[in-house]
């Protein structure tokens, strides 16, 4: 990933035996320097837009769609606020049934909960919008025939339950193509160190091993 290129560099005294002196020093990328969504930016319509994971699509897919590069797949990834890869990002429709007939087997269409379906009145409007949790033997007073009642409610499977999560992930949020070099400018600003005693250079620190008596 270029993520890790955007990375600075640490040095540290060489832990290995085989060092000639405890001026040897391996070179290693800096994972303690994180990449962050400006608050301006995450706040902010102007620079976020809505994106829709299609079915099988990848974030380095995504990336391509949006950027014209596959491997800016971490700022998709950032940008939609997703930590955990594995768990955010969507299934496709294959494995969301597998997975869903692994966890429930015979009762995968077994229902789970029931919810209500939408009802309007006589002129067109809402009565009751379609989708809050409720009782099976739910009802209401009838718009039309106010003596009367319905029972409004369908239910919903454990298979439609998952799936019907994994829907909601393929709805993100991600950086909108126009600003994507501003946010690389911006990145790159953050990851360049300040002066400091361990400063070498913007790309560069160098830390020395405290716990290390060798006097060569």
Do not use: C
Request: no cysteine; hydrophobic share 30%.
């Amino acid at each position: 990933m270029s993520y890790f290129r955007e990375l600075p560099n640490i040095e540290y005294q060489s832990p290995l035996s085989s060092r000639v002196s405890s001026r040897d020093y391996v070179q290693v990328k800096n994972l303690f320097r994180r990449v962050k969504l400006r608050d301006d930016l995450k706040n902010s319509i102007t620079f976020l837009q809505n994106y829709y994971v299609r079915d099988g699509f990848r974030p380095d897919q995504v990336a391509l769609d949006l950027y014209g590069q596959s491997d800016l797949d971490w700022i998709v990834i950032h940008s939609a606020g997703i930590v955990n890869v594995r768990d955010e990002w969507p299934l496709t429709s294959k494995e969301i049934y597998e997975y869903s007939l692994n966890k429930y087997g015979d009762e995968l269409n077994e229902i789970k909960y029931y919810v209500t379906t939408e009802v309007k009145d006589s002129s067109g409007n809402i009565y009751l919008p379609k989708g809050k949790v409720v009782d099976s033997n739910f009802t209401i007073p009838d718009p039309s025939s106010p003596t009367a009642t319905l029972n409004p409610v369908g239910g919903v499977t454990n298979y439609e339950y998952e799936a019907n999560i994994n829907e909601d992930k393929r709805n993100i949020t991600v950086l909108r193509p126009a600003y994507k070099n501003m946010f690389l400018l911006d990145i790159r600003k953050i990851m360049t160190y300040d002066k400091s005693s361990q400063y070498v250079n913007g790309n560069l620190v160098r830390t020395e091993n405290t716990r290390n008596t060798d006097p060569n």
